[in-house]
C-alpha cells in the first residue's frame, strides 16, 4: 500500500528527475558525439602523433589546473550558471575544430578540458542538492542509475548519428585565410559534423538548464537560501583559490572524504586507460588475413556491446541496492574489475579478454551510481563541487602518466590490475567507517525517542563505537 505522503515524494522525484535528465542527457551527447573522432579530425589535418599527443595532453592538463578551483567557484556563484558556463565554453571548443591552426586547436583542447572538469562535477552537485531541497534524498540512487542508464542509451545513438553524420560527405576547406604552407585554415564537413551536431545539443543543453533548473548552491548548514536574489552576495565571499584551499584542507582532515576520493581516482584512472587501450590490445590477439598489413574489426560494434553491459550494469545496481549496502556494492565492483583486468594480462585468447572487458563494462555501469550515491552521502554540500574536482586531480595525472609513457596493453592492464585492487581495499575501509557511523547514529535515534528521562540504554555501547569512528 503507496500512503499519500510516499505518493507525493515519488511524483516531486520523478519531475525532478525528468528535468536533470533533460539538460545532463544533452550534455552527455555533446560529449559522446565528439569523442570518437578528436583523433581521427587532428589526423585528417595532416598532424604528426607527437603533435596530436600534445592536444591531448594538454586537454587533460586543462582539466587537472583548472578544474582543482573552478568546482568551489560553481558552489559559491552558482551551479546552474556554470552548468551554462559549461555548454558555453565545450560549445566554443567544438567552433575551435573548424580550424586547422594548430594554436587554435590548442585552445579548443584547454577548453574541452575546462569543460570536461565542469561536466563531471557540476551536474552531480545540482542534482544531490535538488533532491534534499525537494525532500527526495532517499532516492538519490535511483536518480543516479536512471542517469548511467540514459548516459549508455545516449553513448550507443551518439554512436550512430556521428558515424552517419561523418560519412555523409567529405572534409573540405570552406573559407578565410590561409596558413604558412598556404592551405585553407577554415574547414566544413566530412570529421566535423559530430561537432556541429554536439554545437547544437550544446545550445540547447544551456538554454534548458537556463529555464528548467532553478539555481543552488553549496550552503554552510543552517543557510539554505537559494533566492536568484542573493546572486551577487555567494561569489564575494572568498578569492578564487579560497575554495580549493578548504576542500583540501577537509579532504585531508576526514578519512572518509580521502577515501571516497581514493576509490573515485582508482577506478575512473583505470576507465580511461581501459579506453585508450582496449582497441590495440584486441588488435593484437586478433589473427591477421592473408595478404593484410592490418587487421579489421568491427569497432562500432564492439563499442555498442560495451554499452550495452553499462546498461546492464545499471540495470542491475537499481536492483540490488534494495536487497544490499552501496558501500558493499563497491566492494564487489572493485574486486570484480580487478581480477577481468587480472585475465585481460594472462589471457592469449580473443574471445576470453572480450568477454572480461564486457564484465568491466558492465562494473563500469554499476560504478557511476554507487560512487555518486556514496558521494552524496559523504562529501560536504558546502564544498561538493570543489571537492569532487579535487578527486580528478590523481585522476587526471594517472591519464596523462598513461599518455606520456609509451606502456604495452599488457603494462597497462597490468597497472588497471593493481590500482583496482587498491582501490578495493580503500573501499573496504570506507565501508567499515561507514557502517561504525550508521550504526551509532542509530543507536542516537533510538536514545532520543526514548526521551530525556531514560537517554539511552546503550550509552557504553555508543561512547564505544564513537571511540571506533575516531582514531584519534
Not at 16 to 23: Q, S
Not at 86 to 104: E, P, Q
Not at 380 to 390: K, M
Amino acid at each position: 500500500h503507496v500512503t499519500p505522503r510516499k505518493a507525493t515524494e515519488k511524483a516531486r522525484h520523478a519531475a525532478l528527475l525528468r528535468r536533470y535528465l533533460a539538460v545532463y542527457l544533452l550534455a552527455a551527447l555533446s560529449d559522446w558525439l565528439q569523442g570518437p573522432y578528436v583523433y581521427a579530425l587532428y589526423d585528417q589535418y595532416g598532424y604528426s602523433q607527437h603533435l596530436i599527443a600534445v592536444l591531448f595532453v594538454a586537454g587533460f592538463g586543462s582539466s587537472m589546473v583548472f578544474g582543482s578551483f573552478i568546482g568551489g567557484m560553481a558552489d559559491a556563484c552558482g551551479r546552474r550558471k556554470f552548468v551554462i558556463l559549461f555548454a558555453v565554453i565545450y560549445a566554443l571548443s567544438c567552433m575551435t575544430k573548424h580550424y586547422k591552426s594548430f594554436h587554435i586547436l590548442m585552445l579548443g583542447r584547454l577548453l574541452g578540458g575546462i569543460a570536461t572538469s565542469l561536466l563531471f562535477s557540476v551536474f552531480d552537485s545540482w542534482l544531490i542538492r535538488a533532491h534534499a531541497d525537494a525532500g527526495v534524498k532517499s532516492y538519490l540512487s535511483k536518480s543516479f542509475s536512471a542517469a548511467a542508464y540514459g548516459n549508455s542509451l545516449v553513448a550507443i545513438g551518439a554512436g550512430l548519428v556521428a558515424n552517419k553524420a561523418a560519412s555523409s560527405n567529405d572534409l573540405l576547406p570552406f573559407f578565410g585565410g590561409k596558413d604558412e604552407e598556404g592551405e585553407a585554415l577554415f574547414y566544413m564537413g566530412g570529421y566535423l559534423n559530430p561537432f556541429d551536431i554536439a554545437l547544437l545539443a550544446l545550445i540547447l543543453c544551456g538554454f534548458m538548464a537556463a529555464t528548467m533548473w532553478e539555481e543552488n548552491y553549496g550552503e554552510s548548514k543552517g543557510n539554505h537560501n537559494n533566492s536568484a536574489d542573493d546572486d551577487d552576495g555567494h561569489c564575494k565571499d572568498q578569492p578564487w583559490y579560497g575554495a580549493l584551499k578548504t576542500a583540501y584542507t577537509t579532504t585531508v582532515r576526514s578519512r572518509d572524504i580521502f577515501l571516497c576520493g581514493a576509490v573515485s581516482s582508482f577506478f575512473e584512472g583505470s576507465m580511461y586507460i581501459f579506453v585508450f587501450m582496449w582497441t590495440p590490445a584486441l588488435k593484437n590477439l586478433t589473427p591477421k588475413e592473408e595478404g593484410e598489413d592490418s587487421v579489421s574489426l568491427p569497432f562500432g560494434l564492439i563499442f555498442s556491446t560495451f554499452m550495452v553491459c553499462c546498461m546492464a550494469g545499471s540495470s542491475l545496481f537499481s536492483i540490488l541496492v534494495e536487497r544490499i549496502k552501496v558501500e558493499v556494492l563497491g566492494i564487489a565492483v572493485m574486486l570484480v574489475s580487478s581480477l577481468s583486468m587480472m585475465a585481460i594480462v594472462f589471457s592469449s585468447s580473443d574471445v576470453v579478454t572480450f568477454v572480461c572487458m564486457n564484465l568491466f563494462e558492465m562494473c563500469v555501469g554499476m560504478y557511476w551510481p554507487i560512487m555518486g550515491t556514496q558521494k552524496g552521502g559523504i562529501v560536504p554540500e558546502d564544498q561538493r563541487a570543489a571537492i569532487y574536482n579535487l578527486f580528478r586531480i590523481p585522476l587526471n595525472f594517472i591519464v596523462l602518466t598513461s599518455l606520456l609513457t609509451d606502456l604495452t596493453p599488457k603494462q597497462s592492464f597490468s597497472a588497471n590490475t593493481i590500482m583496482l585492487a587498491v582501490g578495493a581495499v580503500c573501499q573496504a575501509i570506507l565501508m567499515k567507517n561507514r557502517l561504525n557511523v550508521n550504526s551509532m547514529d542509530e543507536l542516537k535515534g533510538k536514545a532520543m525517542q526514548e526521551g530525556d528521562e531514560k537517554p539511552t540504554k546503550n550509552e557504553e555501547d555508543m561512547e564505544a563505537l564513537e571511540l571506533i569512528k575516531s582514531p584519534d
